[in-house]
């Protein structure tokens, strides 16, 4: 009976691609470059900031300390500074620990 009907082989199913390893490594570069522009840079760019205002201090720079004192410089060593915080009273702090210049006048004497 074989003439009526013709016999079906099976037939090798052809291979899968092999995958791009660029794309497997797409999600990870991706993330990095988001990490990069929404974390690291703006990072980098306050610390740049922060050097280049702690490098300005000049002796009566009106100041904000990381501690929230309020204070006129009223002198500077190389990495400390002294504060005057109440007419007669002033305290030595590191110059890390200032976190902002404040306009002049801000502090009333």
């Keep these: 009976m074989d003439f009526l009907i013709s016999s079906a082989f099976a037939q090798a199913a052809p ?11 797409l999600p990870l570069i991706i993330l990095f470059g988001i990490f990069y522009f929404m ?8 610390a740049k900031e922060q050097r280049a205002m702690i490098a300005a201090l000049a002796k009566g720079d009106e100041v904000l300390t990381t501690g929230g004192l309020l204070g ?9 500074v002294t504060l005057e915080i109440a007419p007669g009273v002033s305290v030595k702090l590191q110059k890390q620990a200032i976190a902002a210049v404040l306009p002049k006048g801000t502090l009333k004497s």
Excluded: T, V, Y
């Design 15 to 25: 291979g899968a691609a092999a995958p791009n390893p660029l794309m497997s490594f």
């Design 39 to 46: 974390l690291i840079r703006p990072q980098m760019k306050r």
């Design 72 to 80: 006129r410089i009223e002198d500077l060593a190389e990495s400390h």
